[in-house]
């Protein structure tokens, strides 16, 4: 079993910038994607960036070039940094794990709010 534990999240102004990490309890070898969603007030849960085993990224269309995605398997870390933030970035933000390549996600943590609000 995994746990994922998210930590980071807070006010930001708009402009802004904000790294969150995602503390995996277990080893993150044997999961091949790690992801981070986000789930606004009155919205559907969407990507917001996920990355494979192997270091291959993809990014939601809202946040492309503006966030970036990174893993460390020795530390079971995973890293959303996101820059140049907007009010419409304000979510709640979950970190994802899976085992396989494809599919559902096996494992999810509580979230971290994210507001950007001047």
């Known amino acids: 079993q995994v746990q994922l534990v998210e930590s980071g999240g807070g006010l930001v102004q708009p402009g802004g910038s904000l790294r969150l990490s995602c503390t995996a309890s277990?080893?993150?070898?044997?999961?091949?994607?790690m992801g981070w969603f986000r789930q606004a007030l009155g919205k559907e849960r969407e990507l917001v960036a996920k990355?494979?085993?192997?270091?291959?990224?993809n990014y939601g269309d809202a946040v492309k070039g503006r966030a970036t995605i990174t893993r460390d398997n020795v530390e079971n870390l995973v890293y959303l940094q996101m820059n140049n933030l907007k009010p419409e970035d304000t979510a709640v933000y979950y970190c994802?794990?899976?085992?396989?390549?494809?599919?559902?996600?096996?494992?999810w943590g509580q979230g971290t709010q994210v507001t950007v609000s001047s």
């Open positions: 994802g794990a899976r085992r396989m390549p494809w599919g559902d996600y096996d494992y």
């Open positions: 990355i494979s085993k192997i270091s291959n990224t």
């Open positions: 277990g080893s993150m070898f044997d999961l091949d994607t």
